[in-house]
């Protein structure tokens, strides 16, 4: 079974200031995705960024880039310049690329961005 | 497209009680699923289903019950409530196919309290 792990309960950081995310995870499979979803305080589920396992560039989108760490099963989440729209939990998950592709999520990072 | 909607926003039950959670998309999606989320933890997946007529268990099943007669509807009943079963709801769902597969898309979320 697979597992992540996110060390970080919380994070607090200043307004134009770059913070990154730690997460970790534990597989056997070879070809998976890996996300980071952001949760604003609605509630709402939001797709930040994706990597795929086989691809060894690192995903970026705008802002928001990752350091994925195939060998050591490491995939951090690294926010430029942050905004006070970042506050939210940052979830890290995972996702196999064969069978049913169950999403997997960390415990989640509550982070909060000072002005 | 109204994407992936849920219905009731919130609900209290009493101990006992049953209920149906309605989730629908409106996306033609293959594969909808349905997560709980309890604070300090992410999203952990009870039931999902990959077709009309298919359903299986995910990682906290006990309680609920699914059924997917339809693509676009994927109801889940909670047979007897319980304190335990306090949590946010999420359905979710996604296309197994084509150049987004990847995507999980979340529904706004059933905030239930179970008393």
């Known amino acids: 079974a697979q597992t992540v792990t996110q060390s970080q309960p919380e994070m607090s950081v200043q307004e134009a200031e770059t913070v990154t995310l730690s997460c970790t995870y534990d597989t056997s499979e070879n070809n998976y995705y890996l996300f980071w979803y952001k949760q604003p305080p609605s509630g709402q589920m939001i797709l930040v960024i994706r990597q795929e396992a086989y691809k060894q560039q690192n995903a970026t989108e705008n802002r928001f880039s990752v350091n994925f760490q195939k060998a050591a099963k490491s995939f951090s989440l690294k926010i430029s310049d942050s905004q006070l729209g970042d506050t939210a939990m940052y979830f890290c998950?995972?996702?196999?690329?064969?069978?049913?592709?169950?999403?997997?999520f960390g415990q989640g990072t509550r982070l909060t961005i000072n002005p | 497209n109204a994407g992936v909607t849920q219905t009731p926003k919130f609900q209290v039950l009493k101990t006992g009680q049953s209920m149906t959670l309605q989730c629908a998309q409106d996306?033609?999606?293959?594969?909808m699923s349905w997560y709980r989320q309890d604070p300090g933890m992410g999203l952990r997946l009870i039931h999902y289903s990959v077709g009309a007529g298919i359903t299986d268990q995910g990682e906290v099943p006990n309680g609920y019950n699914v059924s997917r007669s339809t693509t676009e509807d994927f109801p889940l009943r909670l047979l007897s409530a319980a304190p335990s079963q306090t949590s946010v709801y999420f359905c979710?769902?996604?296309?197994?196919?084509?150049?987004?597969?990847?995507?999980?898309?979340f529904g706004p979320g059933t905030r239930l309290t179970v008393t």
């Open positions: 979710a769902s996604r296309t197994p196919s084509g150049g987004k597969s990847y995507e999980q898309y």
């Open positions: 998950a995972f996702m196999k690329k064969q069978g049913a592709q169950k999403l997997v």
């Open positions: 996306m033609n999606h293959e594969y």
